[in-house]
């Protein structure tokens, strides 16, 4: 793929992550049914929430994604122990939001110095997920074994579970696919199927539209993937999936980034980009360019 255009697409996703995260902020943990009531349809940047965040604030979605970039491009690499780091300075900043296994994950490392906590059956959450992004562009001239490798070793620094693997492997899988130019179809059949045969509970077809998901990967994913593939625009995927209510950041920021490598910069709206905030929407675009560059 032509660097402008890898590039371009690689912006967009970065981008699509934080307008989903603050587009979604504003209806975290409210129903389908409080959301029409209070908005209708909400497709503004608006801040408030329970957070009461400001217009174009970010949540933890972003920001451990911009701790865990800034540590790959400062090493050079993905590496568990400087993804540790930087997440325990991360929560040391005092960030506005952070997810119970996050910070049990953090809270360990700072107790023992290990950068991967012990498998755990309460550790099937998307908090791994939400932040993967860099790993995606960073390793995107990789091999799939050293990709694989990469998203375990900075998931596994607080979220170590066979569904948390799986579906943070098959996120980054879908990012590649598109920054590559794949269309929705191939990464339908190819990344997404070959999840769901993997692994069941992921199916996203033949019930009714998954409404206020919870944190739990399985939750958040099939959310995503029916808002994403169901849809057939940047815009449409992001305001079908942050008014499905429940843990809109996280599943805005994810279907944000999916949405963005596939349909691309051009397809964001310009009023979604400039709500963001300054230093968040910089950064972003700055981390994307470096990322990609890393190994091109």
């Known amino acids: 793929m032509v660097g402008t255009e890898l590039e371009d697409r690689a912006v967009a996703a970065y981008l699509g992550l934080a307008i989903g995260d ?148 098959c996120v980054v899988d879908m990012v590649q696919a598109f920054l590559a130019g794949h269309s929705r179809v191939e990464v339908l059949h190819d990344q997404v199927h070959r999840l769901i045969e993997q692994y069941p509970p992921f199916r996203f077809r033949g019930g009714k539209p998954r409404e206020n998901p919870t944190g739990y990967i399985v939750d958040t994913l099939q959310t995503v993937f029916q808002c994403f593939f169901d849809t057939d625009s940047f815009t449409d995927c992001l305001v079908e999936t942050v008014n499905r209510g429940g843990d809109a950041d996280t599943t805005g920021a994810i279907a944000g980034m999916l949405a963005g490598a596939c349909f691309g910069l051009q397809a964001i709206p310009p009023a979604w980009i400039k709500a963001l905030s300054p230093p968040v929407r910089e950064a972003c675009e700055a981390q994307a360019r470096a990322l990609v560059g890393l190994d091109g």
């Not at 119970?100 to 906590?117: D, H, K, S």
């Not at 790993?135 to 074994?145: G, I, K």
């Open 22 to 169: 603050a587009l979604g902020a504003t209806v975290e943990f409210m129903t389908p049914r409080e959301i029409r009531a209070e908005y209708g349809v909400h497709d503004i940047i608006r801040g408030g929430g329970w957070l009461k965040l400001r217009s174009g604030e970010v949540t933890d979605d972003t920001t451990m994604a911009l701790a865990l970039g800034q540590s790959i491009l400062e090493q050079g690499r993905v590496d568990a122990l400087a993804a540790a780091r930087a997440f325990d300075g991360w929560m040391r900043s005092k960030p506005v939001d952070i997810g119970n296994t996050v910070r049990r994950g953090i809270l360990r490392f700072r107790q023992t110095g290990e950068a991967c906590t012990p498998p755990s059956e309460h550790d099937a959450g998307n908090g791994a997920c939400m932040r993967v992004l860099p790993v995606a562009l960073a390793t995107f001239y990789h091999d799939r074994a050293m990709v694989r490798d990469a998203v375990l070793a900075q998931a596994r620094v607080t979220h170590n579970h066979p569904l948390s693997d799986a579906g943070t492997l």
